[in-house]
């Protein structure tokens, strides 16, 4: 498994991670939000939605990954969104995208 993956599954069972399109626009709304990742397969009505939240409140994006992957990943058959709430997971899953998929503000 991919190393960024893993520390997605890691966040996860760590209880850092949120998921679900709802509870992760509140984390981004509340400002609990250190990063959100989205699958490459999502919506353009979802990537649009979650694009123009993070951006509003500058949080950042990482986009990458299908649904099937990052839901894998966490113990899901699949997931589109998550939201990282600690810091130290955000950087580190960050750069994780970073060096999978290259460049990026995250």
Same mark, same amino acid.
Do not use: W
């Given at each position: 498994?991919?190393?960024?993956?893993?520390?997605?599954?890691?966040?996860?069972?760590?209880?850092?991670?949120?998921?679900?399109?709802? &509870? @992760?626009? *509140?984390?981004?709304?509340?400002?609990? #939000?250190?990063?959100?990742?989205?699958?490459?397969?999502?919506? +353009? $009505?979802?990537?649009?939605?979650?694009?123009?939240?993070?951006?509003?409140?500058?949080?950042?994006?990482?986009?990458?990954?299908?649904?099937?992957?990052?839901?894998? &990943? @966490?113990? *899901?058959?699949?997931?589109?969104?998550? #939201?990282?709430?600690?810091?130290?997971?955000?950087?580190?899953? +960050? $750069?994780?995208?970073?060096?999978?998929?290259?460049?990026?503000?995250?």
């Amino acid at each position: 498994m991919n190393k960024t993956l893993s520390s997605l599954g890691l966040a996860m069972r760590a209880g850092k991670l949120v998921s679900g399109e709802a &509870a @992760v626009l *509140k984390a981004v709304r509340n400002g609990e #939000a250190h990063l959100v990742v989205m699958a490459q397969d999502a919506s +353009a $009505g979802t990537a649009k939605k979650l694009a123009d939240k993070c951006g509003s409140y500058n949080v950042p994006l990482a986009v990458g990954f299908t649904r099937f992957e990052l839901g894998g &990943a @966490v113990g *899901k058959p699949q997931g589109v969104m998550f #939201a990282v709430t600690d810091p130290g997971f955000a950087r580190m899953i +960050a $750069g994780g995208f970073r060096s999978t998929f290259g460049g990026g503000e995250y």
